[in-house]
């Protein structure tokens, strides 16, 4: 059974920093594509950092490039987002997603999703 558990977040002061990381289980991270998304209340989700499979194609919104940075570790089947410098904006619920198409993950329509953590920030 395929199973995604996001960790890592909590209550952080505008300008810290937190490292989410998203475990997985029942299938072999080498060949999947992934990404980390956003949904804070009222809004909808949006994408915030991908990264491919292979060939290393990272992708990152506007609003956190230079700030966050995305990364996996195959041999831990683990993916973390290394967020930096954050935001009372950033706050949401954050969800991990993988897929084994790139596209398909940065589009936001990945075939498996954790539950997400919460990152809240506020001073």
């Known amino acids: 059974q395929v199973q995604l558990v996001e960790s890592g977040g909590g209550l952080v002061q505008p300008g810290g920093s937190l490292r989410l990381s998203c475990a997985a289980s029942?299938?072999?991270?080498?060949?999947?594509?992934y990404g980390w998304f956003r949904q804070a209340p009222g809004k909808e989700r949006e994408g915030v950092s991908c990264?491919?499979?292979?060939?290393?194609?990272?992708y990152y919104a506007d609003s956190v490039k230079g700030r966050f940075t995305i990364s996996r570790d195959n041999a831990k089947n683990t993916v973390y987002l290394q967020m930096n410098s954050l935001k009372p904006e950033y706050a949401a619920v954050y969800y991990c997603?993988?897929?084994?198409?790139?596209?398909?993950?940065?589009?936001?329509?990945?075939?498996?999703w954790g539950k997400g953590t919460l990152v809240t920030v506020s001073s």
């Open positions: 990264i491919s499979s292979s060939d290393g194609n990272t």
């Open positions: 029942g299938f072999t991270l080498d060949y999947y594509a």
């Open positions: 997603a993988i897929d084994p198409d790139y596209r398909t993950v940065v589009a936001g329509m990945a075939h498996y």
